[in-house]
């Protein structure tokens, strides 16, 4: 019986792929003419077929800080505005402080480099391809009668760092809405300052030193504000205050996420606790 391919010194290619994965290659994947964000989507247009008439398309990536990942998202990126009508960005950001990135792009102050450090957590937004798509974003914005696009964040506040910028992004709301919640949320605050650190891991690690009782205070006093807000909701709504509440509420979700994910990780390590960020 024949083996698998070999080559002048007798060793097994490496780095070839199966012949299932390359037959599968050669019938589903097309090529992409370039990667330049400036070049025409032409070659985007098997996509069209794919999405149909999704209104959620999902770019994953293997691994993060890859230039040419950036690239090719960014490339579908206009094919999905330019091409089949989508008006959201939705990235892997935290959700509070990525709102600096929706209004930047819609015409906002600051320096693209500046609101992509802010909004984007774990440098993710730090790097030329980033900027370049958050640019196109703000000048398709500029010169086009269309609906605005929006770029939001979709993880949870500080991207697993503290649940502080979302109880600080809360607090004029509480504080006009539901006064009898204050001492929930200072109680909150009070706590979230202690361990609060921009990088993730420092917070984490911090969080774990915290004493057990300042933690359960930390959860006891989220758990009580989100009920306490949550009542609200129907009345809120109904004086037209909907869209404000629906807001507070979930960068408030966020902080009880985010916390729970603190506790888990104290318990269960970090790769376990991570899934909080998933739901």
Known sequence: MAGPPRNAVGHERENE??????????????????????????DLEPLRDIV????????????????????VRHRILRFLVERCGFEVYALEAPFTQGQVLDGWVRGGPGTVEQVAADGIALS?????????????????????????????????????????PALEEVADYVRWAAPKALAALEQALSVAQRFHDPVTFTALGRYQSLDPGEQ??????????????????????????????????WHLRGAWYLDQLHRANAQEGFESASTFRDV
């Open 17 to 42: 792929p199966p012949d299932e994965f390359r037959q599968l290659g050669q019938r589903c994947a097309c090529a992409l003419e370039t990667l330049d964000f400036q070049f025409p989507v032409d």
């Open 52 to 71: 149909g008439g999704a209104r959620v398309v999902a770019l994953g990536e293997s691994s993060h800080h890859i230039r040419e990942f950036y690239q």
């Open 124 to 164: 993710l937004g730090q790097c030329q391809e980033m900027h370049e798509a958050l640019t196109w974003l703000r000048e398709r914005n500029h010169t086009t009668a269309e609906p605005p696009l929006r770029c939001l964040g979709t993880d949870l506040p500080g991207a697993a760092a503290s649940p502080l």
């Open 216 to 249: 359960d205070l930390l959860t006891s006093a989220l758990s009580r504000l989100m009920g306490h807000l949550q009542r609200l909701a129907l009345v809120q709504r109904a004086h037209g205050h909907g869209a404000e509440h629906d807001t507070a509420m």
